[in-house]
């Protein structure tokens, strides 16, 4: 891509207000192009697949159906994919890590200042990385002090913990046994320094790696 040539935008996100906010703020910057929106997960996989975009700006909610770090994963599965930015209000590991795994480029917060937002779109058109202040400090946190860190399915357990669900049913959800589920929850309770699921869902949440 040189200088001159436009970037090409897509917006998912199945807020019609939010898709608006996003178009009102990049409009404005010189050389961003917003080609074309999509209100599902669906949609943007299919929109990013005709080769005309450069970058995505995903969100990781849509209602019912496909998820964001799905539709990053099937994206960017593709060859000469464009970039995909993670635009969101949440922040725990619970959604960043799998949404990074799925390839995007970058992670902001829906509360990230319009300069943020715009310099993000550029540095994931060069294929660089940016990252919520957030985000970036518990990534360098779990690299720092990786045995106490929760690996992607003990945090997918404990946010279905969190859900209220039985040791019977999130193994039907993750299509584990109930031994297996069991083991990923002493293995949480060891790394949280917790006894009962009541105070590793608190523990937790006090520390980001799963949704308020």
Do not use: C, W
């Not at 436009?6 to 939010?18: F, G, K, N, S, T």
């Not at 922040?91 to 993000?120: F, N, R, V």
Request: aromatic share 2%.
């Amino acid at each position: 891509m040189t200088d001159d040539t436009p970037i090409r935008l897509l917006l998912a996100d199945d807020h019609p207000v939010v898709r608006a906010g996003l178009r009102a703020v990049l409009e404005t910057e010189p050389g961003l192009v917003i080609l074309a929106e999509a209100a599902t997960a669906e949609d943007a996989v299919a929109r990013a697949a005709e080769g005309d975009i450069d970058v995505v700006l995903m969100d990781l909610q849509f209602g019912k159906g496909m998820g964001g770090a799905e539709a990053t994963a099937q994206i960017t599965a593709r060859p000469g994919a464009p970039r995909v930015l993670i635009v969101t209000t949440y922040d725990s590991d619970a959604d960043t890590l799998p949404a990074i795994e799925a390839g995007a480029t970058g992670y902001l917060l829906k509360d990230a200042p319009p300069e943020d937002l715009a310099a993000a779109v550029r540095t994931a058109a060069a294929g660089r990385t940016t990252l919520a202040p957030t985000v970036a400090d518990r990534l360098m946190n779990r690299l720092r002090t990786p045995g106490t860190a929760l690996t992607r399915r003990e945090t997918e357990v404990l946010a279905l913990v969190a859900d209220g669900l039985s040791n019977q049913a999130i193994g039907a959800r993750l299509h584990l046994t109930e031994g297996t589920v069991k083991s990923h929850l002493a293995r949480i309770y060891a790394k949280l320094d917790v006894d009962s699921r009541t105070a590793a869902v608190a523990t937790a949440t006090d520390l980001g790696l799963i949704r308020r």
